[in-house]
């Protein structure tokens, strides 16, 4: 049970993000290296988790030029990672399909944030309710050659039934039942997310800010099994 946890490294330290996935040796074994730590960390840090025997979720959300989304996606096929997040219309994500190639990378694009509400579509020039948008950004993603989305727990369930079980949905988000509300606007459970049809569960804070992280993660196991 425990490739259904995504433990996302959001350190601006490399020696810390060691430490913790020392920590969790045995109990998680996936890991998210976003903006922060890979500019921290660069390519080293991704080669000393692969080199460990951990796979790797990259998230960068790389959204550009379709040559240049397809180069970089090509890179990060050849270091060997095993998700990647992008983003664009369907030229960018066909690009970045063609950059992927033969290799076992799995791309993802995002839908929605979750740090996003139905205020904060409107503001962004969208009438359409949030469910909407991801929906229909789901549909454009894996019609160009995406393997999953990153999506809210909140429209997984949706998600599921429209894309069928072939296609990856991967939650970040995830707080327990009574957690303080934070950046994440529309979260959800562990348990939720996976009754919902999640994949996999990206989860932060609730066990690299807890008193002992290994217990934590193994609480969540727990929780979704």
């Not at 990259?58 to 180069?71: R, S």
Request: with cysteine.
């Amino acid at each position: 049970m425990e490739k259904r946890i995504i433990c996302a490294l959001d350190f601006d330290e490399p020696a810390r993000a060691m430490e913790l996935v020392r920590s969790l040796d045995g109990v998680v074994d996936f890991f998210k290296v976003g903006m922060e730590l890979q500019l921290a960390g660069g390519t080293k840090m991704l080669q000393w988790l692969l080199d460990n025997g951990k796979r790797v979720f990259l998230d960068m959300k790389y959204f550009d030029v379709p040559e240049t989304v397809q180069k970089v996606v090509n890179l990060a096929a050849r270091l060997g990672v095993d998700f990647l997040t992008i983003h664009g219309n369907g030229g960018i994500i066909k690009a970045a399909a063609a950059g992927r190639g033969n290799s076992s990378l799995k791309l993802l694009a995002v839908t929605v944030l979750t740090c996003l509400d139905a205020a904060d579509i409107l503001d962004f020039g969208y009438s359409c309710s949030v469910k909407e948008l991801v929906l229909a950004r789901a549909k454009k993603s894996v019609q160009g050659g995406c393997d999953g989305v990153i999506a809210s727990g909140s429209e997984a369930a949706l998600l599921r039934k429209e894309l069928g079980r072939d296609k990856l949905i991967v939650t970040p988000g995830i707080r327990s039942a009574g957690s303080a509300v934070d950046s994440h606007k529309r979260s959800v459970t562990p348990r939720e997310a996976i009754d919902a049809g999640a994949d996999y569960l990206v989860i932060g804070r609730p066990i690299t800010k807890a008193a002992d992280p290994r217990s934590a993660a193994q609480k969540i196991l727990e929780e979704i099994s």
